[in-house]
């Protein structure tokens, strides 16, 4: 990272001009819609994500929302809820959501920037990477859930194992 950028960074008075250092630097697409909204297009192995991040400078917070690209039918989203509720006991770090009048799911996770604060590119880089990771993870259980007809508890039984290596 450059002089310039740095100084850029230090002299911020919103943490999305950081943010958009940072997906600059990965080469995302994205667009500033507003002065408190940022968004983002990433690629994944299952989904394209649909990231956003917002900025409420009168609480001093910043949200960070990653939707997938699929969207869930009124009459699959009680399984739905009872998936969300078990992968989020199982996350450190954010949380699942459905928004019920788009029927959408996302993974949403927020960071309180009091007093001043603002992140850093490492901290943003650990939030996105993070994000992706559960997106990618837990994708086939929604998937399972909305197009094989599965339960919440055997979606979850079929993510659960982890991968070693490569085939």
């Not at 699959?76 to 799911?105: C, F, P, T």
């Amino acid at each position: 990272m450059s002089t310039v950028e740095i100084a850029e960074m230090t002299s911020a008075s919103n943490p999305l001009d950081i943010i958009e250092l940072v997906v600059q630097g990965e080469e995302w697409p994205f667009d500033r819609s507003a002065e408190d909204e940022l968004n983002i297009s990433i690629n994944g192995s299952w989904s394209d994500y649909h990231v956003t991040f917002n900025w409420r400078e009168e609480l001093e917070a910043l949200h960070m929302g990653c939707a997938f690209d699929l969207k869930v039918p009124q009459e699959k989203r009680q399984e739905i809820y009872a998936l969300l509720a078990m992968l989020n006991e199982q996350l450190w770090i954010g949380h699942y959501d459905l928004w019920s009048e788009e029927g959408i799911v996302l993974f949403r996770h927020g960071l309180i920037m009091n007093g001043g604060a603002m992140p850093t590119p490492e901290q943003i880089e650990a939030l996105l990477r993070i994000s992706i990771e559960a997106c990618e993870r837990y994708y086939p259980a929604f998937q399972f859930v909305l197009w094989a007809g599965k339960t919440a508890v055997e979606a979850v039984a079929a993510c659960a194992f982890e991968a070693q290596g490569n085939a």
